[in-house]
């Protein structure tokens, strides 16, 4: 079955140190997001990628970092220096074509907290 | 600048009646919209669409109508069933943007039987 796996579905980390969100997808979708939800928020974009080895930053990129080396893979970071990372995030991804419109498939999420 | 609101917080509706869920955008390049249906601690899952081409798009008990000329759409469910208590985003994306999805903040609704 396709479709799009993130791990872990909890996370808890510390405060001072970085972590890294696994999101795996098996779609052969070209582009890939990653979104944060908090309570009472719409998702807001963090990173997007829309090629491999090519990413831009969303709405809230500051203290996440994230690497697209592979077409299937799209980890996202928190650092140190997100300052409020506990939240709900949230990875995606759609087929990217010119003239075409296309629905995002989500993964499960995985809810930070830190500690 | 939110580019995409959902005014209502949450909506409160009867078994068996209509459910109207509203949206507004404010940016005239969007081309597609999406509405997206979302359980606590689970991923978004993908309700139903409309192209800006068309002003109307219906898939079962969901409807989905677009007014570009107000820049508003909504989804009605009917008749509505407990099963479909979630919360409801709206999204809008443009290919000219990569089909890059920018949401509105969810509508909580209630169904009670």
């Known amino acids: 079955d396709g479709g799009i796996t993130q791990s872990p579905k909890y996370l808890f980390r510390k405060e001072g140190q970085n972590v890294t969100l696994s999101c795996e997808q098996n779609?052969?979708?070209?582009?890939m997001y990653w979104y944060r939800q908090d309570p009472g928020q719409g998702l807001r974009l963090i990173y997007y990628?829309?090629?491999?080895?090519?990413?831009q930053k969303g709405d809230i990129a500051e203290g996440y970092s994230v690497s697209r080396e592979k077409k299937e893979s799209f980890p996202l970071t928190v650092t140190s220096a997100q300052k409020n990372p506990t939240a709900f995030y949230l990875c995606?991804?759609?087929?990217?074509?010119?003239?075409?419109?296309?629905?995002?498939?989500f993964g499960q999420g995985t809810r930070l907290t830190v500690v | 600048d939110q580019q995409v609101k959902q005014n209502s917080p949450s909506l409160s509706v009867q078994e068996g009646r209509i459910s109207i869920l509203n949206c507004d955008y404010t940016?005239?390049?969007?081309?597609?919209f999406l509405w997206y249906k979302k359980y606590p601690a689970e991923g978004p899952t993908f309700l139903i669409s409309?192209?800006?081409?068309?002003d109307k798009n219906e898939d079962g008990r969901f409807t989905v109508f677009l007014n570009k000329s107000a820049k508003h759409l909504s989804l009605h469910i009917v008749p509505s069933q407990p099963g479909d208590s979630a919360v409801y985003f709206c999204?809008?994306?443009?290919?000219?943007?990569?089909?890059?999805?920018?949401f509105g903040a969810g509508t909580i609704l209630r169904v009670k039987s």
């Open positions: 779609l052969n979708h070209d582009a």
């Open positions: 995606a991804s759609t087929l990217r074509g010119k003239g075409m419109n296309t629905e995002a498939f």
């Open positions: 990628s829309q090629i491999v080895n090519d990413f």
């Open positions: 940016n005239s390049m969007f081309d597609y």
């Open positions: 409309i192209s800006s081409i068309k």
């Open positions: 999204a809008a994306s443009s290919f000219r943007y990569g089909n890059k999805l920018v």
